[in-house]
Structure formats: C-alpha cells, structure tokens
C-alpha cells in the first residue's frame, strides 16, 4: 500500500452505529421522569492538558512534550497507525508529533443538575448491580438498556466533539451496548476499586458522580511507560519505579477523564473515607476510523455479559467492515489502478468476520487484558496502599498484575462476598 492509499484509508471516517433497538438478557426499560438535555445536563469545558502516550521506543522515559494542549486537532494521530497534525505543547506552544491520547486531565462533563439526573438513574437501577470477578467488586453494566437517558447522554454530538478533540482523532460510542454504560460503586474500605489492567476496548471516558470532597483514596493510577504490556510485566516483577506512575483526582462530581485505556496499564485505589461511597460512571468509545486496529476483546465480555456478547460483537465487526467496503465504493480507484488495493480490502475485510465467526462460536479465542486470580484485586490493593511509604513500593505484588500471561489458560474464580454478575440482573 503506497503512503497516499495508507494515509487516505486512515483519515476515511464513518457515522456511528445507532444503539441497538432490541436489548440482550431478558433487559426492561427502567421507568424515567428526566429526559437527558444536554443544554441543561452537560458543562463541557476544557482538560488544562491531554498527556500523551510515551513512544514505544524511549520506554521509561519522561518527555518534555508529553503534556500538550486542548483541543488536539483532529486526525493528529491514531497511535502509530496515523501521521498527520501536529498538537501544541503544553509549556511551549510549539507544534509537537502526537503520538497518541493517554489521558486527559480532569475536566467538567455535567452540570449539577446533570449530576443529580445521572445519580437518579443510577439508584433507580442499583438493584441491577452485580460484580466483574477480580477487576470490580460491584457495578452496573449496559445501563443504557434501562435508561434512555443515559443513551442519549453516549450519543451526545458535544460530548463526542469535544472527547475527539482530546483524542486528535473522530471517537463514537462503542458498538457493544452492555459498555454504554457501566456503572462503578466503591465503598469505603470495601477494598480496590478497580485493580491493575488493561481496557478491553479502545477509550474510556471515567465521570465521577459522588462527593469528593474528604475523600482519601479512590486516586487513578497510571503507569507511565510506552508499552502497557512491559508495564504490567515491571508491576508483577515489583522492579516499575514509583515516579514512573501518575496520580490522577478528580476534582469534585461532574468531571470526568478520558483516556485510552487499552494502551494505559491503570487502576483505581480502595476509598478509605469519605462522606460518601465512590461512585464514577465508564462509557466506552471506539475510533470513527473502520480501518483503525480493533483493540475490542471479546473474551472479556463473553464472561461477563450472559447472552449479549455473540451479538453485541458481530455488531461491532459488521459496523467495521461496512465502513470498510464504504472505502472501496467511494475512495478506490477505477480500472488496473485499484485492483490491488481492491483485492487487499476483500481480503482484510472477509480475514475479520472469519475471525469474528471464531471468537463468538468459540472456536478461538482472543486473549484477556487482565488476570482473572480471585485474590488478585486484594493483593493489588494492599500493594497500592504501600505506595508513598516505601521507596521501593509498588503498586502490585507480583501475583497481583490484571493480565494474563500469553498462552496460559484463563480460569475465572468467583469471589467469596458478592455472585459474579447473574444473567437475571444484567
């Protein structure tokens, strides 16, 4: 593929796929008295910084310019797939490569009106709650099923404008509706939030929906390295170097942060006090670029999301390889000039719904971000408190990292205090 071909497919973006109109496991609508307005709900403002990925080949390494400024234009960059715009960096104002959205720094996403909505539907449906073995002690999952207030808040057109200005590239919500939107409960003392990993889809955008205010703990920890994989390695091995880690607050209910979670290793430390239990919202989001590596792990929700997952990811894949063969009707040449790149995009496009056919018949299987030892998120945990105390602490022991070694079998353990998430609940 010549680079012209190359950079043409990357800047080709298609629409969203709409929210699916029939819902998986038996789901009912919650009964609303609030409509989602986004002139009333949302108070988008800008994050004071978008920190970059650090390149894969100066891993460990703190770059001046790996805080830039919002808004990154668009098509800037999609990982190391895309070259185009450059960002501003943050101290200089000079154009810098960007490499890619890590995270942003946190900014405000609903207005307190939008904040009491959001937390209403979220008590409304709390009796639906059930748990993620060893990654969240309680959560929501798909509540955009039950609440068409939360759907409409995903597919906000100012939110998802200002989310693709963080990422330098067009973002939508993601295909697989059991992500739109889960909600996470961290009690006080009740342990780890959400323990070390990887996102088993492409971006996360994380709003904080409680009162943060004499809250201790519940910080986002980031672990700064230009390979995710390697990071979680040097967490388990207990030799990652505590500076090399970011602490991330929020500053009060309302603010969120958007990140690249499937590139990021991270994770969120046990609430010791506060006036209330931590209570944050995660919608997950997808590049608007069909061509884009698809970074959705299947196996991570075939665990998790009973009879939704088969469906929900041939979803995802169709709306793919749609928006590939768009490519091919609009932007490929006629006559012996295409023909090459007709029969690459042939290939490529029947290549992932073969693969597709295999992951949801099971016949094959893609492999987990996370580990899936029942005592890992404990000793995540206990090694997180450490941190700050001793300057060889880690955030981790070495059992303790949420991804699995390559090719070992993944076995899933119930935790003892709370049933993994039942079908009847979902």
Request: proline share 6%; net charge negative.
């Amino acid at each position: 593929m010549s680079d012209i071909t190359n950079g043409v497919r990357r800047a080709h973006v298609v629409e969203a796929a709409p929210f699916a109109e029939s819902a998986p496991n038996n789901i009912k609508p919650t009964p609303e008295t609030v409509a989602f307005d986004a002139a009333r709900h949302l108070q988008l403002e800008a994050p004071a910084y978008v920190k970059m990925l650090v390149p894969s080949v100066s891993p460990g390494t703190q770059h001046e310019t790996d805080r830039v400024r919002f808004p990154v234009p668009l098509s800037a960059s999609e990982n190391q797939d895309r070259e185009g715009a450059n960002a501003q960096c943050d101290s200089t104002g000079l154009p810098v490569p960007f490499t890619g959205l890590a995270y942003s720094a946190p900014f405000r996403v609903l207005s307190d009106e939008g904040v009491e909505a959001f937390r209403r539907v979220v008590v409304d449906n709390e009796q639906f709650s059930g748990c993620v073995p060893s990654l969240v002690p309680k959560c929501i999952r798909g509540l955009g099923y039950r609440s068409k207030f939360v759907r409409d808040f995903n597919y906000s057109k100012p939110l998802l404008n200002h989310l693709s200005s963080c990422a330098g590239i067009g973002v939508g919500p993601h295909d697989m509706g059991m992500n739109l939107s889960q909600v996470n409960f961290g009690e006080i003392g009740g342990g780890v939030v959400n323990a070390w990993h990887l996102d088993s889809v492409p971006f996360v955008m994380v709003i904080l929906l409680s009162d943060h205010r004499d809250m201790e703990g519940g910080e986002l920890l980031v672990a700064r390295l230009g390979d995710p994989h390697k990071a979680l390695e040097m967490i388990r091995a207990d030799t990652i170097d505590p500076g090399m880690i970011d602490r991330v607050n929020y500053p009060g209910a309302g603010y969120a942060i958007f990140m690249q979670g499937s590139q990021i290793a991270h994770a969120v430390t046990s609430v010791t006090a506060a006036r209330e239990r931590r209570l944050t919202c995660v919608n997950s989001y997808q590049s608007l670029n069909p061509f884009s590596l698809n970074r959705t792990v299947y196996r991570t929700f075939s665990t998790m999301d009973g009879d939704a997952p088969p469906y929900e990811f041939a979803r995802h894949v169709a709306w793919r390889v749609r928006g590939q063969l768009d490519y091919l009707l609009q932007k490929v040449e006629n006559g012996s000039g295409g023909h090459g790149e007709v029969t690459e995009i042939l290939r490529d496009a029947a290549a992932e719904l073969e693969r597709a056919r295999g992951l949801v018949t099971n016949t094959i299987q893609d492999e987990r971000p996370y580990d899936t030892d029942g005592g890992a998120a404990a000793e995540a945990d206990a090694a997180i408190q450490n941190l700050g105390t001793n300057a060889r602490a880690t955030h981790a022991d070495r059992n303790a990292v949420l991804n699995a070694e390559e090719g070992a079998p993944v076995i899933v353990e119930e935790e003892e205090e709370r049933d993994p998430l039942p079908v009847s609940k979902l």
